[in-house]
């Protein structure tokens, strides 16, 4: 499996940014996909997740109302569409896939599979 994440730069706060990742190497199907952020000095965290089939969602509570996670599964595709960005979004964002692992879907742990982030910035 490879994740490709794109579409992050910078932005001044109030702002919004879409991230994407393409997905390839496999159908998805049992697949929990999701965005993780590392700010500088921080852990990773979780920000938002999406079951590639049905579509529930999960969010962090600093994101929820101001981020959106969708996905496409006829491109294979992930987005986080990101509204309203506040200066702490700062980080590096990164898309992962769990392809089925008994975790919660918040738990990096439980994600085999990440791509190689992109920088969000957001300046005040």
């Known amino acids: 499996v490879q994740l490709q994440a794109y579409g992050g730069g910078l932005v001044q706060a109030g702002g919004s940014l879409r991230l994407s990742c393409a997905a390839s190497?496999?159908?998805?199907?049992?697949?929990?996909m999701a965005w993780f952020r590392q700010a500088p000095g921080k852990e990773r965290e979780f920000v938002a997740g999406i079951r590639w089939t049905g579509g529930s969602t999960y969010y962090a509570d600093s994101v929820k109302g101001r981020f959106t996670i969708s996905r496409d599964t006829a491109k294979n595709t992930v987005y986080l569409q990101m509204n309203n960005l506040r200066p702490e979004a700062t980080a590096v964002y990164y898309c992962?896939?769990?392809?089925?692992?008994?975790?919660?879907?918040?738990?990096?742990?439980?994600?085999?599979?990440w791509g190689q982030g992109t920088l969000v910035t957001v300046s005040s």
């Open positions: 992962a896939a769990n392809p089925g692992r008994y975790y919660s879907e918040y738990d990096p742990t439980g994600y085999d599979y």
């Open positions: 190497g496999d159908t998805f199907t049992n697949y929990v």
